[in-house]
T-cell receptor
Framework: GAGVSQSPRYKVAKRGQDVALRCDPISGHVSLFWYQQALGQGPEFLTYFQNEAQLDKSGLPSDRFFAERPEGSVSTLKIQRTQQEDSAVYLC???????????FGQGTRLTVV | DQQVKQNSPSLSVQEGRISILNCDYTNSMFDYFLWYKKYPAEGPTFLISISSIKDKNEDGRFTVFLNKSAKHLSLHIVPSQPGDSAVYFCAASAMAGANSKLTFGKGITLSVRP
């Protein structure tokens, strides 16, 4: 597709359940980012990939959060044993190497009940 | 500690008038600034950017001004149109960093009245 695609768009999880969120970046985009946006806040950085290498995971809030991009294209953000505070919109963005203007997907709204 | 601050949560302007959205930052390492626009249920869309070597960048109805000494930037939209009604995020990056991650403000909700 032409843009960044994320799935699912909406996810409701019971507390303690594991979830996996998918991101298909724009074809050819080397850089891929995950951000978390809580209600009423701006997006906050979670992790960054350059191709398949995870170069920065300093924003991941706990060891329950794990991200991968094994072939340098599609990425998955996994959250284990979800908690209510994990409820947020999870945004994926991609960009060309050295480009600062990242293109965002529509996000996955995660609600933990 | 918020490194990028958008202190006004909302702004309402009349169609045809100028909208001025403000943003302040605290981190001196930031040297590239971006504005994103976000409609409900959509992801942020890149609008305009400015490097710290410039003090102004213009693209059609949108102009961004940067005052490095004051660590302040602003987005001017003129003339404002009802379709400009959205949440506007200011974001900053340190180009010299290992990656180009963005630090966002909380956003300003702009409403343009017909």
């Amino acid at each position: 597709g032409a843009g960044v695609s994320q799935s699912p768009r909406y996810k409701v999880a019971k507390r303690g359940q594991d979830v996996a969120l998918r991101c298909d970046p724009i074809s050819g985009h080397v850089s891929l980012f995950w951000y978390q946006q809580a209600l009423g806040q701006g997006p906050e950085f979670l992790t960054y990939f350059q191709n398949e290498a995870q170069l920065d995971k300093s924003g991941l809030p706990s060891d329950r959060f794990f991200a991968e991009r094994p072939e340098g294209s599609v990425s998955t953000l996994k959250i284990q044993r979800t908690q209510q505070e994990d409820s947020a919109v999870y945004l994926c963005a991609s960009s060309l190497a050295g480009q600062l203007e990242a293109f965002f997907g529509q996000g996955t709204r995660l609600t933990v009940v | 500690d918020q490194q990028v601050k958008q202190n006004s949560p909302s702004l309402s302007v009349q169609e045809g008038r100028i909208s001025i959205l403000n943003c302040d930052y605290t981190n001196s390492m930031f040297d590239y600034f971006l504005w994103y626009k976000k409609y409900p249920a959509e992801g942020p869309t890149f609008l305009i950017s400015i490097s710290s070597i410039k003090d102004k960048n213009e693209d059609g109805r949108f102009t961004v001004f940067l005052n490095k000494s004051a660590k302040h930037l602003s987005l001017h939209i003129v003339p404002s149109q009802p379709g400009d009604s959205a949440v506007y995020f200011c974001a900053a990056s340190a180009m010299a960093g290992a990656n180009s991650k963005l630090t966002f403000g909380k956003g300003i909700t702009l409403s343009v009245r017909p």
